[in-house]
């Protein structure tokens, strides 16, 4: 798989990360689980995408159609991107992990959880 859509998955999953806080905000225990599982997804997915792009030395571009309709979403990774999204990428994955202690030791109440772990 190209690099790019590595990284564009990446964002795909901290989005999808932070919707499914909000969504299902009633219930802790998934909102957790799911919440932190999909961020460490993102997370393996930019380590996994900017060490790809640091050991090929190549740059990635891609035209997405969407945006205005003359104009395009311009997309590129190149060594420079890559080592910031494995530095991004490897705080991700720690947040990650740490994330769900963090919330048990700092949840006042269960309305403050889906903005906590949307965040």
């Known amino acids: 798989m190209m690099s790019l859509q590595v990284a564009q998955m990446a964002v795909v999953f901290a989005i999808l990360s932070a919707a499914v806080s ?3 905000g009633r219930w802790p225990g998934i909102t ?21 792009v640091l050991l090929s030395q190549q740059t990635e571009q891609c035209l997405l159609p969407i945006g205005l309709p003359w104009l395009q979403s ?8 890559g080592f910031f999204l494995l530095v991004v990428g490897l705080v991700t ?9 963090y919330v048990d030791e700092n949840q006042k109440d269960s309305l403050g959880l889906p903005v906590l772990t949307c965040f």
């Open 74 to 81: 311009h997309q590129m990774i190149d060594p420079l991107a």
């Open 93 to 101: 994955t720690f947040v990650a992990i740490y994330g769900p202690a």
């Open 32 to 52: 957790k689980l799911c919440a932190f599982l999909l961020l460490g997804v993102s997370g393996v997915l930019a380590v996994w995408a900017g060490g790809q």
């Open 22 to 24: 909000l969504l299902l």
